[in-house]
């Protein structure tokens, strides 16, 4: 997600244009109100779709857009003044954008290759030592053919056997602490140690070592497991890199894309040999963090795939400890190397801000998922089919082994449980868990619904006084409106010479050509005026041209775009004929909603006394024409 799709996401847009005086009445699920930018008071012309995060005066304006279109015509600012004002307003924290230089690139390159190298390194270790070997086809059950494709390796005892043979190789002593091989020592002077030997070690010593991909299968790190238990910790991560963040990784997503896409849910578990043992076993839509509390960056991962995810924890993480320390303690305090954290109310929230369906899976008898399936395959099956929505785990952890006839203990229970409720941005949701909590502690839902239950039981604020970056997140980041725009514009930027043919095609079709207004985000029409600018101006160069024009505010979202649609099929008539189809949907989507909305602005005008109706009626016209030419359109592509 680009940090202008965050902006929109974290802003409601009824709160906005309340905010700034209009007075709005709800209409289905979209608000009306007067225009702000013209005098006529007369008619509520004025609409906004919270779903897509857009508004329109379909009065004297006749004009659109999104919160930034809005904020701009509103205060008279330029696009980057009005995304600096609402990142401070959402707590959005705008980074500098700043190119990959040549060098950059080459040097990462160099990264990934002596990491690669090291997979060859340690996985030669490991057919050297036969315990190692034994230990996990016997112990762990993993075949021949899972640690190979799996890139196990082993790094032997010793402080300097991985710093002899890559230097020995060519390699620089500084090469292999980037890449995180390597430890330095701290030192007390400068003068202390003579030599490279006496100055680093390497970091990975006596431990069965894990290839550790990005999502597209480019090595970033390693994960390394104990042999001997008496070792601590037991995972160790690869240092952060330019390369790894552990924060922004999932253990085996690199394999685990498809499967996920083809069952249309991902698992998450706390061990790599745990990710191993049931890929190997047939269940391939499974991943694993890098053994810390799961972060927002690893759920969106997730989320390109499916929304729908399920934590599969054992009993110490997924327990009654576990779950009132994740209530309770801070992120970050969770937040260490080796343990796999469960934080109730974070996950909530970025269920919330993702629309994603989050779910939890409690291992029985003490066992870790590769025991399980090893031990029955359909038991694991089962396990996952039957996960709990979060709030109902935790309810669940709470009070197990509690006796629920106690006063005392159903304030403690309640105490806890109610903020979860309360954080849900969806009121079906809140009331349904209310119900189940009474339920569970028998007492009357009105209780729950009052202040008698002591402890820290949060309360959602009114629209009207919410002040400050909101917690509660709109729909808007998973609008399909919005990923259809994105994947057009990526397409067409990343092969500008598209555009003319496309709008050839569209000419042909009796359509317009394609222009601003057919996006319905200021930061798309902003880059779509960059892209037909680049074409009019028959550049040769259409990407260097693209570069040295992009306004700088959105220099980030067009590399975004451009790394989305890195896989674009080559076929240039494939994709024109998918750029025109996605762009007859956008169209006639658009068209369809406008239609609606002037049949709801008829009625009303003809209750005030009809002054309008007429315009109304030839708006309507139009987008019905409109749809009409769209639709045959549609019907040829098809023959």
């Known amino acids: 997600m680009s940090t202008l799709d965050e902006i929109k996401s974290r802003i409601d847009i009824v709160d906005l244009v309340s905010e700034a005086g209009v007075k709005l009445r709800h209409a289905g699920k979209n608000y009306t109100g007067f225009c702000p930018f013209h005098d006529n008071k007369h008619t509520p012309a004025f609409v906004i779709w919270p779903e897509s995060g857009t508004w329109r005066c379909f009065g004297q304006c006749n004009e659109g857009g999104d919160i930034f279109k809005f904020v701009m015509k509103r205060e008279g600012l330029d696009f980057k003044e009005a995304m600096q004002k609402l990142a401070l307003r959402a707590g959005v924290e705008i980074k500098e954008y700043q190119r990959e230089t040549p060098q950059q690139k080459e040097a990462y390159e160099n990264l990934r290759k002596l990491l690669e190298d090291a997979v060859v390194y340690y996985r030669t270790q490991l057919f050297a030592n036969k315990d190692i070997l034994t230990y996990l086809r016997e112990k762990r059950g993993l075949t021949d053919a899972s640690i190979e494709t799996f890139g196990l390796g082993f790094a032997p005892s010793g402080y300097d056997n991985a710093l002899k043979y890559f230097t020995q190789r060519g390699y620089s002593g500084q090469d292999l602490i980037d890449c995180g091989l390597l430890s ?71 394999r685990a894309r498809k499967p996920i896409r083809a069952a249309d849910q991902a698992v998450i578990v706390e061990g790599y040999l745990d990710v191993i043992a049931l890929h190997q076993a047939g269940y391939e839509n499974v991943v694993s963090p890098m053994g810390t509390a799961l972060t927002e960056d690893q759920l969106r991962l997730l989320k390109k795939s499916t929304r729908r995810i399920v934590l599969a924890l054992d009993p110490d993480v997924a327990g009654q400890k576990a779950v009132l320390r994740g209530l309770d303690a801070a992120r970050s305090a969770m937040d260490r190397e080796g343990e796999f954290g469960f934080d109730a109310r974070g996950l909530l929230k970025n269920e919330a801000r993702l629309q994603a369906d989050l779910r939890v899976a409690t291992m029985p008898d003490d066992l870790d998922p590769d025991e399980i399936v090893a031990r029955d395959k359909e038991e694991w099956k089962n396990l996952i089919e039957n996960a709990k929505p979060i709030v109902t785990h935790v309810m669940d952890s709470l009070a197990a082994g509690q006796d629920l006839n106690d006063a005392k203990v159903k304030i403690q229970i309640a105490a806890q449980v109610l903020p979860l409720i309360e954080d849900l941005p969806n009121a079906l949701e809140r009331d349904t868990y209310r119900q189940a909590l009474s339920r569970m502690l028998r007492v009357d839902e009105r209780s729950l619904m009052g202040r008698q239950v002591q402890g820290p039981v949060l309360r959602r604020r009114p629209r009207e006084a919410a002040q400050g970056p909101r917690e509660e997140m709109s729909t808007v980041a998973v609008n399909p409106r919005l990923k259809i725009e994105s994947y057009c514009l990526g397409v067409l930027f990343r092969k500008p010479e598209l555009l003319y043919r496309l709008d050839r095609k569209l000419e042909e079709a009796g359509l317009s050509p394609l222009a601003a207004e ?48 890195e896989k674009a099929d080559t076929l240039q008539d494939k994709l024109l004929d998918e750029l025109f189809s996605r762009f007859l949907d956008l169209r006639r989507a658009h068209a369809m909603i406008n239609v609606n909305q002037l049949r709801f602005l008829q009625e009303d005008e003809q209750q005030q006394g009809g002054a309008n109706i007429k315009t109304y009626q030839e708006q309507a016209i139009q987008f019905t024409r409109l749809l009409h030419s769209l639709d045959q359109a549609k019907r040829k592509t098809r023959k």
Do not use: W
């Not at 202390?192 to 290839?211: A, C, E, G, T, W």
């Not at 601590?232 to 690199?254: A, V, W």
């Not at 040769?540 to 980030?556: C, I, M, R, T, Y």
């Open 184 to 254: 330095e020592r701290q030192a007390d002077s400068e003068s202390q140690f003579s030599n490279l030997q006496s100055r680093v070690y390497d970091k990975f010593r006596n431990r069965i070592m894990i290839p550790i991909r990005d999502e597209n299968g480019k090595m970033a790190g390693f994960g390394a497991r104990i042999v001997d238990p008496n070792d601590i910790p037991k995972f160790l991560n690869s240092p952060e890199t330019p390369i790894f963040s552990k924060g922004r990784i999932l253990y085996g997503l690199d």
């Open 518 to 565: 057919d996006f319905e985000y200021t930061d798309h029409q902003l880059l779509f005026g960059v892209l037909s600018l680049a074409v009019q101006q028959d550049e040769k160069d259409h990407q260097n041209f693209l570069v040295s024009h992009l306004p700088e505010a959105l220099e980030g979202l067009s590399k975004e775009l451009l790394a989305q649609t």
